[in-house]
T-cell receptor, first 115, second 115 residues
């Protein structure tokens, strides 16, 4: 497909478990973003990559959150020792450019439920 | 924390009517974007307006921006049942490559269009 692909679509984790969420951006897109969306809220920025470089990780809520994009394509968001407050939809977005105002293309997200 | 606030939170209209929603934000921006989100899906970019623009059109969409009042409006004309979705405004304040994609979203306006 031509869009941003995220897997798994749904993830249920017990509190304390580690999870890994995957994002396949649109081919050739330089920029990749992770956002967290709580129920009934707008997305909140987590982190941003340009190619393999993580240029901004100011939105990561704690050091339990870690993101990587080692080859400048696929990205993984890892959450260690999950807590109930981590329950949310995690959205990945990519963009062709790295300039101001390039629109973001979002995946359908991974819904994480921590029990 | 969320930068923008949409108003109203929810809007119910009939097909053929116009839908207007507003967004207010707090800090200086260089662009404002509107996104649509269907239930359980990712966000779809609708339109971007730069801080030096006052009005922009795209198909049945019309966006205005008033930087003096720190507000924007989205008008959907001749609405259709398929327009049923949540609509979010997102502001971009980043001026550098490192920060341009760090969008701040509002909580959204939930629009229901009944046939």
């Amino acid at each position: 497909g031509a869009g941003v692909s995220q897997s798994p679509r749904y993830k249920v984790a017990k509190r304390g478990q580690d999870v890994a969420l995957r994002c396949d951006p649109i081919s050739g897109h330089v920029s990749l973003f992770w956002y967290q969306q709580a129920l009934g809220q707008g997305p909140e920025f987590l982190t941003y990559f340009q190619n393999e470089a993580q240029l901004d990780k100011s939105g990561l809520p704690s050091d339990r959150f870690f993101a990587e994009r080692p080859e400048g394509s696929v990205s993984t968001l890892k959450i260690q020792r999950t807590q109930q407050e981590d329950s949310a939809v995690y959205l990945c977005a990519s963009s062709r450019g790295s300039g101001l105002g390039s629109p973001l293309h979002f995946g359908n997200g991974t819904r994480l439920t921590v029990t | 924390s969320q930068q923008g606030e949409e108003d109203p939170q929810a809007l119910s209209i009939q097909e053929g009517e116009n839908a207007t929603m507003n967004c207010s934000y707090k800090t200086s921006i260089n662009n404002l974007q509107w996104y649509r989100q269907n239930s359980g899906r990712g966000l779809v970019h609708l339109i971007l307006i730069r801080s030096n623009e006052r009005e922009k059109h795209s198909g049945r969409l019309r966006v205005t921006l008033d930087t003096s009042k720190k507000s924007s409006s989205l008008l959907i004309t001749a609405s259709r049942a398929a327009d049923t979705a949540s609509y979010f405004c997102a502001t971009g304040a980043g001026m550098t490559t490192d920060s341009w994609g760090k969008l701040q979203f509002g909580a959204g306006t939930q629009v229901v269009v009944t046939p």
